[in-house]
């Protein structure tokens, strides 16, 4: 009878419903959530939320997304070609710290989750620039918390049982590890060294104050370092990549040793879908690749990668390997030496675990960009940026 139950509350979850119990009576009430609920997403035209959303669309049987996207620099619609035209997808152009669109957009579309990827993420910006990523990251967050509050307030019971706001954070609030020390954990206590990650760690302590203070439902996922196809081309792989195709120097700050924990963003989004499902509220779960490199050896990868993809010779260069572009530049300010997570909790709560391997998802990786090379020339000619107002 236990195991029975069990499966009907997994098949009641999975598929959009609601399990609940009258704390009263005790009495447990099934409930199934309209499947024409919508999730609105925040920052899907950047590279992990343009991924969650095609793989979202992917499947016939899902609901609608609203994508509310700013497109600063590295939004980009052109990541979301193959779902414009799609029926489900709603785009939005706006600002998350816009508290009178936020409050429309939830009045409008009545979403059942909210989901939170939008942020300023790149480190040295942060260093050079650290205002925006303080209005971003912090105010615009806040703003996102306040308007979910008000609109979860006025729910039915069912829909407050179903809705989420799943907010989608980094490993860097946790700081830099020693060359021995442990993977961070959920119970790691914050320590960030950067704008950058002081920014997502006031925004985490928000998300969690939010919850305890006012019950609003909310999950919290620390992911280590993304990779994959569309990327905006100033992080380390993309980088690399397209700065060898093109025969530029490839630079390594200080001596390469920093470490990462490398996950692929197509398990990264299969994994905030777990947590979506099946997270309990008020909780955080890292999610990790188990996959540290060493920034060198990264480097390294890509080069032989590509020498066996696209020669040198192939491009008209006159070096024999990608390797003779690697060059040593000045560290960064405060550059964490190490990162690394301990994904045991999301693996032994929710059952996930990332799938790729890192070889053959760099090989991937780098055969995307080998065939889109016309979008990696729109950023770089900003002709990108052009398709920015359009909305649903």
Not at 5 to 29: C, K, M, W, Y
Not at 110 to 125: G, I, K, M, T, W
Not at 277 to 292: D, F, M, Q, S, V
Request: aromatic share 10%.
């Amino acid at each position: 009878m236990r195991a029975a139950l069990a499966q009907l509350v997994e098949h009641v979850i999975r598929n959009d419903g609601v399990v609940g119990s009258n704390p009263i009576s005790g009495t447990i009430f099934i409930e199934m959530v309209p499947m024409n609920a919508p999730i609105l997403i925040t920052g899907g035209a950047g590279f992990i939320g343009s991924h969650f959303i095609r793989d979202w669309l992917g499947d016939a049987s899902r609901c609608s997304v609203v994508n509310l996207d700013a497109l600063t620099y590295a939004g980009n619609r052109e990541s979301l070609a193959d779902v414009e035209c799609d029926a489900r997808y709603h785009f939005v152009h706006g600002d998350i710290a816009d508290r009178a669109l936020v409050d429309q957009l939830l009045v409008k579309y009545q979403p059942r989750a909210l989901l939170h990827f939008a942020a300023e993420s790149h480190v040295d910006r942060s260093i050079t620039g650290p205002a925006e990523f303080m209005r971003t990251n912090i105010e615009g967050t806040f703003t996102l918390l306040e308007a979910a509050r008000h609109y979860f307030e006025k729910r039915s019971d069912a829909d407050k049982a179903a809705f989420r706001f799943l907010h989608v954070s980094t490993d860097e609030v946790y700081g830099t590890l020693g060359p021995d020390d442990a993977p961070f954990s959920e119970t790691t206590p914050y320590q960030p060294n950067s704008p950058y990650s002081a920014s997502k760690a006031a925004s985490d302590h928000l998300v969690r104050a939010w919850h305890h203070t006012y019950g609003l439902p909310v999950l919290t996922t620390n992911c280590s370092n993304n990779y994959g196809p569309y990327q905006f081309p100033e992080k380390l792989i993309p980088r690399m990549i397209t700065n060898a195709l093109a025969g530029k120097k490839l630079p390594i700050y200080g001596d390469g040793l920093q470490r990462r924990d490398w996950l692929y963003v197509g398990d990264h989004c299969a994994a905030i879908r777990e947590v979506l499902a099946r997270g309990k509220l008020g909780e955080t779960y890292n999610i990790g690749g188990w996959n540290e490199q060493a920034n060198r050896d990264v480097v390294a990868l890509i080069c032989d990668t590509l020498d066996r993809l696209a020669s040198p010779a192939s491009r008209g260069l006159s070096v024999k390997s990608y390797a003779e572009l690697i060059t040593s530049v000045e560290d960064r300010l405060g550059h964490d030496r190490r990162y690394a997570i301990d994904a045991h909790k999301i693996e032994r709560e929710l059952g996930w675990k990332p799938a790729a391997q890192f070889a053959s998802a760099m090989e991937k990786t780098i055969g995307w960009y080998l065939a889109n090379e016309t979008w990696v020339k729109h950023i770089e000619t900003g002709e990108y940026r052009e398709k920015k107002h359009a909305s649903a």
